[in-house]
């Protein structure tokens, strides 16, 4: 995730950096150029038409598309901003979770029980580790040290890693019940924050494996397309060849928000603009390591 000045307005103007839509839609701005320049060449140089009541109708039906795909378009980027927003609060929720667990633990768990605080202390930040992982592949490879807990050896790679290792806190917590060492009360308390760390995990899964509707997508691209290819057709005589950078900053304007939409709607992968999941799994692990001291 970039982290940036947002009253820098210098800088976001004259800097360029991997993730500015400029530099992926480079080569398809040069391609639109080139169409322009052949139309305007055409119309103004080889046929030497005129304008006619022919080219007002397509300018008027490209007033009335442009409408259109504006309020497409705002739909579009909202509903992938939505899911953004809602990744990065059920993240949100994760920190406070495994705080809140860690805080529970450190309370019911006695002063001298170093072994269950050891225990939970790595076990609750590997979980937001192994998460981060799971969402940015499905098959994550995570080093267990197997000596120092060999019920970790006991974990299959190729399966949800998430779930085993929720499985594991509760058999933990479950296991301090049998022996006497926290009540039924408290067992209870601590069973809602561990159930937590599932709703979070299966609602994230639900956002990176439900994409927008193939067939949405899809016409939306086809529509940008389209539109931008007639825009010449009108613009040339009234423009002439300023047509040409007219129509790319146009083509330019609208991928580049379709663009947008693509990298934002599943917020955990590699994007520039992609939750910083790794940081905030980092950040519970010494925030857990804090309060399980």
């Not at 947002?6 to 080569?27: C, E, G, I, N, S």
């Amino acid at each position: 995730m970039i982290t940036y000045n947002p009253k820098d307005w210098f800088t976001f103007v004259f800097r360029f950096h991997k993730a500015d839509t400029l530099r992926k839609l480079f080569p398809l701005i040069l391609a639109i150029c080139v169409y322009c320049a052949l139309i305007a060449y055409l119309e103004l140089e080889i046929f030497k038409l005129g304008e006619g009541n022919h080219l007002k109708n397509i300018s008027m039906m490209n007033t009335l598309l442009s409408f259109v795909i504006s309020m497409l378009l705002v739909f579009r980027t909202n509903t992938a901003y939505d899911r953004w927003w809602e990744g990065r609060k059920l993240w949100g929720s994760l920190v406070n979770n495994s705080r809140n667990l860690a805080i529970k633990l450190q309370a019911m768990l006695p002063p001298t029980d170093e072994n269950n605080r050891k225990y939970f202390r790595r076990l609750i930040g590997m979980y937001a580790a192994v998460l981060s992982r799971h969402l940015g592949s499905e098959q994550t490879r995570l080093a267990l040290d197997e000596q120092e807990h060999p019920e970790w050896g006991n974990l299959d790679t190729n399966k949800h890693l998430p779930n085993q290792i929720a499985t594991l806190l509760m058999q933990r917590v479950n296991r301090l019940y049998e022996e006497g060492i926290i009540k039924g009360d408290q067992l209870i308390v601590l069973n809602a924050e561990l159930q937590s760390f599932t709703d979070v995990c299966g609602a994230c899964e639900r956002i990176k494996n439900t994409p927008i509707p193939f067939s949405y997508s899809v016409f939306l691209k086809k529509f940008i397309f389209f539109y931008v290819m007639t825009l010449p057709l009108s613009f040339v005589f009234s423009l002439g060849y300023l047509s040409i950078p007219v129509v790319a900053f146009v083509f330019y304007v609208l991928a580049s928000l379709e663009l947008i939409a693509e990298e934002i709607e599943d917020p955990f992968g590699d994007d520039a603009n992609d939750l910083p999941t790794r940081k905030i799994a980092d950040n519970i692990k010494k925030a857990v390591a804090e309060i399980l001291h």
